[in-house]
């Protein structure tokens, strides 16, 4: 019997407006408006996505528009053409050339934490860098 890996998926044309919580990963490629919550797991924001929500998960890869804090107990990748206007906070952050990044960056041991001491990190305006 084949284990499926693939992540539940919220299409483009779908608006959600309120909490989204779950234990599995998820490709979000439509708008939300409000918050996602997915701890334990994977949150990619596909290319089509516009999200006015604040994001928390294990990784999050952002491909489209994020407004809002995206909180990572991992890695967070913003790729090539997104745009994310919020403050992120991880442990291990990657930006590609041409992502629009503003905000501020907490990159602490304990970024699943929110905590208010310790801002290791701050960029303001746009960023496009490779790892930092």
Sequence with gaps: MA???????IGKSVLIRGEVKGSEDLFVDGRIEGTISLTESRLTIGPNAVLAAD???????????????????GRV???AGCQVTGDVRALR?????????RGKVDLTQTAA???DSGV???????????TV
């Design 77 to 79: 990748e913003l790729r």
């Design 93 to 101: 952050l990657a930006i590609e050339d041409n992502a629009v990044f």
């Design 55 to 73: 994001l928390s998960a294990r990784d999050v890869l952002v491909l489209g528009q994020v407004q809002g804090n995206i909180t990572a107990s």
């Design 3 to 9: 284990v499926e890996n693939t992540p539940a998926r």
């Design 120 to 130: 290791v990190a701050a960029t303001e305006g746009s960023a496009s860098a490779g």
């Design 113 to 115: 934490k929110v905590a």
